[in-house]
Every structure is written in structure tokens, then in C-alpha cells.
């Protein structure tokens, strides 16, 4: 697998608020990360709310700045490059925001805003930049006639998908989709999640899939990492993590997935307070599969693999 980006000890702090923090004091929202994406990849970035995933994407596409770490893209470090330098890279990197109703400017109409980044790095005259816009529009699904509407005048799902062409105007190869999907209808859900499929395959996007449903992890992701507390505590390929979760983290998410059966119940799993430590090292617990659990848990796992 050829990496398209590798990310190495990415630590984010910000400045700690509130009666109970000394001042001065400091929160690590992410701590330590690491992973690779591979070129045409879908690597997922999964957790519950504040284990640091937006922030970790943020961060990659420097819209944040780290406090320490690296961010190489195609063997460039990010974090490195001078201002002129990421207005260039922006043009391969580029980001779906979560909320469709925030993420569009209410006074721009909608061809205006999928236009915007072709007139910031001046790509072609004004009647080249026209015709680009209505073949994203197309691209999306929609008619390059709502080009001429506000976003107001369109539902979620169609504002997302005025997010994904403008997302793809510049012909980027790195998308982060941070939860794409999570502000839609889940009849809408699945056509947005189709077309970012469909787009991946027609214009070789590689992502990073930032979730925190499961079922849909399970569906599009070729990997996936499992951030807990601003770490990543398990990290491999989708069918492995699936089928044998290691860290205490991972089965006690897995185990929240609604069952489509009435009649099948899944056992709740509560996450053990101190059973578990997103502090224990990342060990290798199976072919692809890394887990930040103790060499106890590593070593019962080879014994039931190897049938003893």
C-alpha cells in the first residue's frame, strides 16, 4: 500500500477552562495519534463526542495548529510548509463539514460557494470556472440550475452535496468527511454515503471517514482507528475490529450498535473504569490489528488463536 499521508505523535492542547482547572493548566484533546492512510483508501476515525476526532482532522489539514508532531503528505510535512506552500497543498486537501446548514455562507448563492475556491487559486476565466461549476453540480446529483438558489432553499442532503462539490472543485486526492452524515435523515444518509463511494471510485479520492456510527464504519471503511480520550486505543483493518474487538473501548461501542432484530437482544457492555487504560501501548493482537491493551490480554489472545 502506497501512503498518501502518515501522521506521527500529533498531539493538541488547548488551554484548560473552568473553576476545577489551575490556571495554566492544560488539556490534551489529542494525544500522541498515529496512522497511515493508504493511496484510494477509506480509513475511519471513530469514538464518541470529545475523543478528539474532528480535532485530529483539523489538525491535518492545519485549519488548527498542532502543538508537536508530524503530518506528511505524499512525504511533505504539513506543519512545515510555509504559507504559501499549504495554499498550494490546499488545492489536494480539502474537508466536508459536518453541519450542511452552518458550512455554506446563507448570502452566497449556491454556485457562488462551489465556485469560490477555483476564483481563490484563480483557476481558469469566469466562463471555464461556470461551466466547472455546473459539471460539479452534475457530478452531485444536482441540476446546474439550483445554482441559482441560496442554500436556504435546499434540504440537508442536497446542502451536504453543495458541500461535496465544492470540496472536489479543485480536484483535491485527500478528503476528511468529518461525520458527513449525522445531521441527515437516514434515508439521506445512504444516498450521501453512496455518492461519496461513487465519487471515490470515479475521481480516486481517498478519505478520512470521521464517525461515530458504527454501521456505516462497518459498510465503506477499509480501516479504522478507535480514539478514546484524545488516543487511539485499537487500530486495524474493518473485518478485524469487527469480528474481534480487543480493547475494552471498542467492544463496549460495538456493543451499542442497534440489532435490526426485535427479537435478538445485544448485551450492553459498560466500559470498566480502571480494567482498561488508554495509556497501555498499542500491541499487535492479530495480522493488521493493534490494540492498546497489556501483554496479558495479547498473550491470551495468541493462546485461543492458536487453539491451546
Not at 475523543?51 to 495548529?65: A, E, Y
Not at 488516543?231 to 440489532?259: C, M, N, Q, W
Request: aromatic content about 6%; charged content about 25%; hydrophobic content about 40%.
Amino acid at each position: 500500500m502506497t501512503a498518501l499521508l502518515e501522521v506521527r505523535n500529533l498531539v493538541k492542547e488547548f488551554p484548560a477552562r473552568g473553576a476545577s482547572w489551575r490556571s495554566g493548566a492544560m488539556v490534551r484533546a489529542v494525544d500522541e495519534v498515529s496512522f497511515t492512510i493508504g493511496e484510494r483508501e477509506t480509513f475511519g476515525l471513530v469514538g464518541e463526542s470529545g475523543s478528539g476526532k474532528t480535532t485530529t482532522g483539523r489538525c491535518i489539514l492545519r485549519l488548527i495548529t498542532p502543538t508537536s508532531g508530524t503530518v506528511h503528505f505524499r512525504g511533505e510535512d504539513v506543519l512545515k510548509a510555509s504559507r504559501s506552500r499549504m495554499r498550494e497543498l490546499r488545492r489536494e486537501m480539502q474537508i466536508v463539514f459536518q453541519d450542511p446548514y452552518s458550512s455554506l455562507n446563507p448570502r452566497m448563492r449556491a454556485g457562488t460557494i462551489v465556485e469560490e475556491p477555483l476564483i481563490i487559486h484563480r483557476v481558469g476565466n469566469r466562463a471555464a470556472r461556470r461551466a466547472r461549476v455546473e459539471e460539479l453540480f452534475r457530478l452531485v446529483g444536482l441540476d446546474p440550475a439550483a445554482g441559482r438558489r441560496y442554500p436556504h432553499e435546499f434540504s440537508g442532503g442536497q446542502r451536504q452535496r453543495i458541500g461535496l462539490a465544492r470540496a472536489i472543485a479543485l480536484n483535491p486526492s485527500f478528503i476528511v468527511a468529518d461525520e458527513p452524515v449525522s445531521s441527515l435523515d437516514v434515508s439521506i444518509q445512504a444516498q450521501v454515503i453512496n455518492l461519496l463511494m461513487d465519487l471515490q471510485e470515479h475521481l480516486a479520492l481517498t478519505y478520512l471517514f470521521i464517525a461515530h456510527d458504527l454501521r456505516l464504519v462497518e459498510k465503506i471503511c477499509d480501516r479504522v482507528a478507535v480514539m478514546y480520550r484524545g488516543r487511539i486505543v485499537e487500530i486495524g483493518d474493518t473485518a478485524s475490529i469487527f469480528a474481534a474487538p480487543a480493547h475494552a473501548y471498542t467492544k463496549a461501542l460495538l456493543s451499542a450498535v442497534p440489532v435490526p432484530d426485535p427479537d435478538r437482544r445485544r448485551t450492553r457492555l459498560v466500559l470498566p473504569p480502571m480494567e482498561e487504560t488508554p495509556l497501555s501501548p498499542l500491541r499487535q493482537v492479530g495480522t493488521g490489528h493493534w490494540a492498546a491493551v497489556s501483554r496479558e490480554v495479547v498473550s491470551s489472545e495468541q493462546r485461543v488463536g492458536s487453539g491451546e
